[in-house]
């Protein structure tokens, strides 16, 4: 019995090391080539692994991509997930400012892989899906904060958290998707200002 748990220990430590050497193969590979011209014949040759084996992990590239967006994403979704039951609308205040500046901070960080997102998301239907899934996620996280301002008496009440949270995360997307292609004409800190102002003035006036 315990010679058998061994066994099946290892075969699956060995699948998790595969696993781990394809998604690290293919975030090197989307990063020098792009999601359009990278192939799953570059990153499986990269991983140093089977066509069979790579295939019972991974269906192919989109599906290699989509757990990689899921990582990133994960981090990004960590600064929308801190704690948010402030006492005041000036700590309220601050802990927006910190959560946008984290945000755009960390679009820069992850820049490259971000360009390749943006890039499968206009060609491949699961990419545009799971960022369709991404974006809902953060927007019902904002609104229980802001539901969670409202029933405090901090923040105006009689607006729709789900609306207000839309409107607040697509002003942070486009600003994620400027600082992708290089297009943003301010420093992040003063773009993350200038949005935490218009926000919070609106709503915790």
Do not use: C
């Amino acid at each position: 019995m315990e010679e058998t748990k061994s066994v099946t220990d290892g075969r699956h430590l060995r699948s998790l090391h595969t696993r781990h050497k394809l998604l690290e193969a293919a975030k090197e590979v989307f990063r020098e080539e792009g999601f359009h011209k990278a192939t799953i014949s570059q990153i499986i040759k990269r991983a140093k692994t089977g066509y069979g084996t790579a295939y019972v992990h991974f269906t192919g590239k989109d599906d290699l991509l989509i757990v990689l967006m899921e990582d990133v994403m994960t981090a990004f979704y960590s600064i929308a997930e801190l704690p948010f039951t402030p006492a005041s609308r000036a700590e309220a205040e601050e802990l927006i400012l910190y959560q946008t500046t984290a945000f755009l901070r960390m679009a820069e960080s992850e820049r490259k892989m971000l360009q390749v997102f943006g890039e499968a998301i206009g060609v491949s239907a699961s990419a545009s899906q799971k960022w369709a899934e991404i974006r809902e996620r953060f927007i019902n996280r904002i609104a229980q904060d802001i539901a969670y301002s409202q029933q405090n008496g901090l923040a105006r009440t009689g607006l729709d958290p789900e609306l207000v949270a839309r409107g607040w995360f697509y002003s942070h997307e486009m600003y994620l998707w400027e600082i992708v292609r290089g297009e943003h004409q301010a420093q992040l800190d003063e773009i993350a200002k200038t949005l935490a102002a218009i926000y919070t003035g609106g709503l915790y006036s």
